[in-house]
């Protein structure tokens, strides 16, 4: 089965640093997402992107986060200064159309200190 | 907004037993999907289940089944036999048909399910 692939798998931080946290959604996706999960508590949706445009996003993602498609196959999310309480799991997902399976990456945990 | 309940937040089954899992959810859409989702103690996201609203026959894959009551807005989770690998963070989700643009996943709260010998 296709994967999404997310790199790093940990990545550990200063508070005010700022992280990119990069995914490769399966090549033929076109749909592409960002969730995140502090630990112990639900999936939360970032947000959603297509067309090389946000689609959809929640409102934890303020100022400080961004998303980029830079090369038509890589998908990041940017945190421009973390916090503390950035410290979370967070999960790249991607899907071809809208009523198929969604794949999720297997995250990249972040520890902000 | 679409909310998503999971009101067990623990629940416990001997080895070879059968368990349900219950969840609840809010929306005002007539047409959307509902999953279920594992989540092992890896944090990978693996989805277990999901049901197509507009359908009336329950999903079933392998071992897992759902007891999907439309009218209610209950999608349970049946777990039959069942097994120590099924030990993991249960969560449902909702998701919106999509309209055009691919909505969001909405999740609810998780059901650890420990399984014992």
């Known amino acids: 089965e296709p994967e999404v692939t997310q790199t790093p798998s940990h990545q550990v931080t200063q508070m005010g640093q700022e992280v990119i946290l990069r995914c490769v959604p399966i090549?033929?996706?076109?749909?592409f997402y960002w969730y995140r999960q502090i630990l112990g508590q639900k999936v939360e949706f970032l947000v959603s992107?297509?067309?090389?445009?946000?689609?959809?996003k929640s409102e934890i993602f303020d100022d400080q986060f961004s998303v980029e498609r830079p090369d038509g196959s890589n998908f990041t999310l940017k945190i421009r200064s973390t916090k503390l309480e950035d410290s979370a799991m967070y999960f790249c997902?991607?899907?071809?159309?809208?009523?198929?399976?969604?794949?999720f990456g297997s995250g990249t945990q972040l520890s902000v200190l | 907004a679409q909310t998503v309940t999971q009101s067990q937040p623990e629940m416990s089954v001997q080895e070879a037993e059968t368990v349900t899992l219950s969840c609840t959810y809010d929306t005002s859409e007539s047409d959307y999907y509902l999953f279920w989702y594992k989540q092992p103690p890896s944090r990978q996201m693996i989805l277990v289940i999901r049901?197509?609203?507009?359908?009336?026959q329950n999903a079933t894959e392998n071992r897992f089944s759902v007891n999907f009551q439309k009218a209610a807005k209950s999608f349970s989770l049946k777990i039959s036999d069942s097994q120590l690998g099924d030990a993991a963070m249960y969560f449902c989700a909702y998701r919106r048909t999509y309209t055009g643009t691919a909505s969001k996943l909405t999740f609810g709260t998780g059901t650890r399910l420990q399984v014992t010998l």
């Open positions: 992107f297509y067309n090389n445009e946000i689609s959809e």
């Open positions: 049901q197509e609203a507009y359908k009336q």
């Open positions: 997902a991607s899907i071809r159309a809208g009523n198929e399976k969604l794949f």
């Open positions: 090549s033929n996706h076109l749909y």
